[in-house]
């Protein structure tokens, strides 16, 4: 699976990450996000809640301890095995 993706942590002053999504979001997991030089992760709490937005490629996840909207931005397969709830 290759998807890039641009995840924001809702909130004031969060930064965005953008990288290859690495674990798609399922409840009780967590999502691994890996930028551009192959060598660095950015690893969420584990997941409660995935929403997504009606035929977009718009998610949004609630964690233990944040809320994050995850925007796909370019993929070769498609999201299928998101589990909402």
């Known amino acids: 699976m290759n998807v ?3 995840l924001r942590k809702l909130g004031r002053g969060s ?8 674990r798609a979001p ?11 030089d192959g060598m660095h992760e950015y690893v969420t709490t584990p997941v409660k809640r995935v ?7 718009i998610f949004y ?3 233990v301890n944040s809320r994050y909207r995850l925007e796909v931005r370019d993929r070769e397969r498609a999201l299928e095995d998101v589990s909402s709830g």
């Open 51 to 57: 929403l997504r937005l009606a035929s977009r490629d």
């Open 15 to 22: 930064r965005a990450v953008a990288g290859r999504l690495v």
């Open 26 to 36: 399922r409840r009780g997991s967590v999502v691994v996000i890996e930028f551009s």
């Open 61 to 63: 996840i609630e964690t």
């Open 4 to 6: 890039q993706v641009v």
